[in-house]
């Protein structure tokens, strides 16, 4: 009888099939799906179904384009194997793109982290103004990424912004203008280093994304309970042992969340830097992201752009899968 | 006594040197777009004008407005269809668990990372497909869909707070899965939906890559038509400054009136429950 009933349902609602047939599960031997656990799917089912259309369904659709013949305006989706995938990987741009990628994830993650956590520990201090500081480390993050790129693009301007101060002191730096690769080597077609350009943008995405780690450091910090500091203080620990030894590895699973929240805002960016700097000159500042906008809506070369796509998700996905997982076991 | 104040003083000055830092750029908007015309020069960036000059904001305005009303008709219905699925959502995951809901709930999350590069192909089809392409509401329904990871997370970690008890309370009255939902959820719900609101708002008005990609010209974005702003070589930038000022306005004022939910959101969008 149960089966058939499930049968039944699946007919009539068989995108609801698994759900179903798990709660089914749960409530066995015996036990009926009651009125308001069928309520409770019709809840949940509109957004997983809408889910799992333009996510999943969308991925799979961007991976079958990928591996297309779709490079023009019309759309061709005859099978071309890996050819734009091992086009790209050949490519300069796309080299130079993954160069950029890693630099700017390690510094961009490196600088919000140090950044993040020293300020959050100098206003825990129970200073006067705290909350003034902390609202002036946070209000750009309710800024769009264009609107940081636009005033950026001023203030590293190499003729004029903060070049005026420095010029006191006798730097010029040339900021994103600069086509220097330090520490370069030649790998593939490109040289591989650190792109001085990549700096500035850099900045500007520090400048943007500090107060959320800072943010993140204080309710951490605020989380911890002050007897364990004065626990510590009473065994003899100074208080830069106490921050070294107690404090920090406490704020270990922040700086785990704040490293893959950064790592996948860093993968896939793309607004920042096509407002202030564009793909620059010798792609010194070009991102995956920015390649494939360009590359697909400006140059109809829609294959490349779904290959290029891909390896950007793959990407975050090598941070994102792992963590999410780690989080589901935790959440029992 | 002497050394705990040497500290103290060192503290402050790090803490005032680096928000002198970061409100730099705040100070150069202000200054340049405030300035007239013939003030407008590369060599004079950091000097204040020399008169109070407000034709930066009216051409600025001028150039953005069709936009910003453009962003206005897109974020409101985004933002509260996008809460109000993620409250369902988040009801359910929360309070009606079954086996193999927190699977669903792991699905639903993982769209929350993904690279919108990479489904933007797709989504380009189908919305011309069913005829929204280049439309605010095809743009509703994007952030909509692709605000739903978010928004159950951040729902589904709000009502985790609410005590179980008080569902079963309601259930031994006689109350059902709607009736608790209607009478007992959504009155609890007011702080999670202006924490969710906030924070969908504030994504939605700054988002870009959609805006880009899905509309042209009269249907853009105001973050489309900064950046075209910008982009422009006969736009001068003190207009290019009044009109980035005057983007991030709306998301500013939340910021400042509502910064402490905004914080919430931040957290709440982070820190799994």
């Known amino acids: 009888m149960a089966e058939q009933a499930v049968d039944r349902q699946e007919q009539e609602y068989p995108e609801n099939h698994r759900q179903q047939q798990a709660a089914q599960k749960e409530k066995k031997p015996k036990k009926k799906i009651s009125g308001d656990q069928w309520v409770a799917l019709g809840f949940l089912a509109p957004s997983f179904i809408l889910v799992l259309i333009f996510v999943y369904g969308f991925i799979g659709w961007t991976g079958w384009v990928s591996v297309s013949n779709w490079n023009t305006l019309v759309p061709d989706f005859s099978f071309a194997g890996l050819k734009n995938y091992i086009y790209l990987f050949n490519d300069y741009r796309f080299q130079a793109d993954l160069r950029n990628t890693v630099f700017f994830t390690i510094l961009f993650i490196g600088l919000v982290i140090v950044m993040g956590l020293g300020l959050s520990i100098l206003i825990d201090q129970k200073l006067k103004g705290e909350s003034l500081f902390r609202n002036i480390f946070l209000f750009p993050m309710a800024l769009s990424f264009v609107v940081t790129g636009v005033v950026w693009q001023w203030l590293l301007n190499p003729s004029t912004g903060y070049n005026q101060f420095l010029a006191l002191f006798g730097i010029q730096p040339k900021w994103y203008t600069d086509t220097n690769i330090l520490a370069g080597f030649e790998w593939g077609s490109i040289e591989f280093g650190l792109p001085v350009a990549i700096i500035a943008v850099v900045i500007a995405a520090v400048w943007q994304m500090t107060g959320f780690s800072l943010a993140m450091y204080l309710a951490g910090l605020r989380g911890i309970p002050d007897e364990l500091r004065e626990a510590a203080r009473m065994d003899g620990a100074s208080e830069f042992q106490i921050y070294k030894k107690v404090i920090l590895p406490m704020l270990m699973p922040i700086t785990v969340s704040v490293i893959i929240i950064m790592a996948h805002i860093s993968l896939k960016i793309f607004d920042l830097i096509y407002a202030m700097t564009g793909s620059g000159a010798n792609f010194v500042t070009d991102v995956p992201g920015v390649y494939m906008f360009e590359t697909t809506f400006r140059g109809n070369y829609y294959a490349n752009g779904a290959a290029i796509a891909i390896i950007m998700l793959l990407m975050v996905a090598v941070f994102i899968v792992p963590y999410l997982l780690a989080n589901r076991r935790s959440d029992g | ?273």
């Open chain 2, 1 to 273: 006594m002497a050394t705990f104040n040497v500290w103290k003083t060192i503290k402050y000055f790090i803490l005032i040197v680096m928000a002198v830092l970061f409100l730099t750029p705040v100070y150069v908007i202000l200054v340049t777009s405030l300035k007239p015309l013939d003030e407008v020069s590369l060599a004079n960036m950091w000097a204040l004008p020399s008169t109070i000059d407000f034709s930066s904001y009216s051409h600025a305005f001028s150039e953005l407005a069709p936009n910003f009303m453009n962003s206005v008709y897109l974020v409101i219905p985004a933002t509260l269809l996008s809460a109000l699925l993620g409250a369902m959502n988040g009801y359910v995951l929360s309070k009606w668990k079954f086996k193999g809901s927190e699977l669903i709930f792991t699905v639903i999350l993982f769209g929350m990372f993904i690279p919108y590069q990479s489904i933007l192909i797709p989504l380009i089809q189908f919305l011309r497909n069913i005829e929204m392409y280049n439309s605010i509401a095809g743009l509703v329904l994007t952030h909509v869909v692709y605000g739903l990871p978010i928004t159950t997370l951040m729902f589904r970690n709000f009502y985790a707070n609410i005590p179980d008890t008080m569902l079963e309370a309601a259930k031994i009255d006689g109350a059902n899965f709607l009736g608790i939902f209607r009478h007992i959820i959504i009155p609890l719900s007011i702080t999670g939906f202006v924490v969710v609101a906030i924070w969908q708002f504030t994504n939605i008005w700054n988002e870009f890559l959609f805006a880009v990609t899905i509309t042209n010209s009269d249907s853009q974005p105001v973050m489309v038509a900064l950046q075209n702003l910008s982009g422009s070589q006969i736009v001068q930038w003190n207009v290019q400054m009044a009109g980035a000022l005057l983007a991030a306005l709306p998301t500013l004022l939340v910021y400042i009136l509502l910064g402490k939910y905004f914080v919430r959101g931040l957290l709440a969008g982070s820190v799994k429950g």
